[in-house]
């Protein structure tokens, strides 16, 4: 089965920008979905297909996805951006929907 | 705007059978155009896909194969919901469980979540 791969935990400073990586094989032929959630409370489509923002989610907060990485980009980080970041994709060839296992975002 | 809500026992016995039911409100659960799924999170853990239903004529389903052979998935237009259903459950099935619509290959919106313990 497709496996994605996150780092357990990223840290940054207020106003600095923040990478989160999203490892699997070839994942630059897939769409990648990004989710935010906070403690306590269901995620949230943050970025889809790679790059597009829904509707109210800030410019600060963008995607890319090339090659076997796929990046979710926080500009100018804020503390209310602290939470846990999930990577998603859909396996065509198995016909299952893949989430790596997260990221905490720490705000120092 | 489409909401989804959860709903269903919050605890269930080992080895007896998980329902939930996600209902639907601000929008057709007929819609041609989307599937609607069922992801867990164990507590402190991350999400796991459970699976997606097709809401129109074939009712198409897919499962995650770890569950494949517990998990049915079912909907009913005339309510609006879609229903999950796992049999045989362990500690190991206590998680939150949240429905979410199925827009091509991502998941949006999500219901709040309800959280089920299996516990005797």
């Known amino acids: 089965s497709y496996v994605l791969t996150q780092p357990p935990s990223v840290s940054v400073a207020p106003g600095q920008t923040a990478r989160i990586t999203c490892g699997g094989n070839?994942?630059?032929?897939?769409?990648v979905h990004w989710y935010q959630q906070k403690p306590g409370q269901a995620p949230v489509l943050v970025v889809y297909?790679?790059?597009d923002r829904p509707s109210g989610i800030p410019e600060r907060i963008s995607g890319s996805n090339s090659g076997n990485t796929a990046t979710l980009t926080i500009s100018r980080v804020e503390a209310g951006d602290e939470a846990d970041y999930y990577c998603?994709?859909?396996?065509?060839?198995?016909?299952?929907?893949?989430f790596g296992g997260g990221t905490k975002l720490t705000v120092l | 705007q489409l909401q989804l809500q959860e709903s269903g026992p919050g605890l269930v016995k080992p080895s007896e059978t998980l329902s939930l039911t996600c209902t639907v409100s601000?929008?057709?659960?007929?819609?041609?155009?989307?599937?609607w799924g069922w992801i867990r999170q164990p507590p402190g853990k991350g999400l796991e896909w459970i699976g997606s239903?097709?809401?129109?004529?074939?009712?198409?389903?897919y499962y995650t194969p770890s569950l494949k052979s517990r998990v049915t998935m079912s909907v009913d237009t005339s309510k609006n919901q879609f229903s999950l259903m796992l049999t045989s459950v362990t500690a190991a099935d206590t998680a939150v469980y949240y429905c979410?619509?199925?827009?091509?290959?991502?998941?949006?919106?999500w219901g709040q979540g309800t959280l089920v313990t299996v516990s005797s």
């Open positions: 297909d790679d790059s």
């Open positions: 239903i097709y809401s129109s004529g074939s009712r198409s389903t």
């Open positions: 601000g929008g057709s659960i007929s819609s041609s155009t989307y599937y």
């Open positions: 998603q994709v859909w396996d065509r060839s198995s016909d299952q929907g893949v």
């Open positions: 070839n994942i630059g032929s897939k769409s």
């Open positions: 979410a619509r199925t827009a091509t290959t991502m998941f949006d919106p």
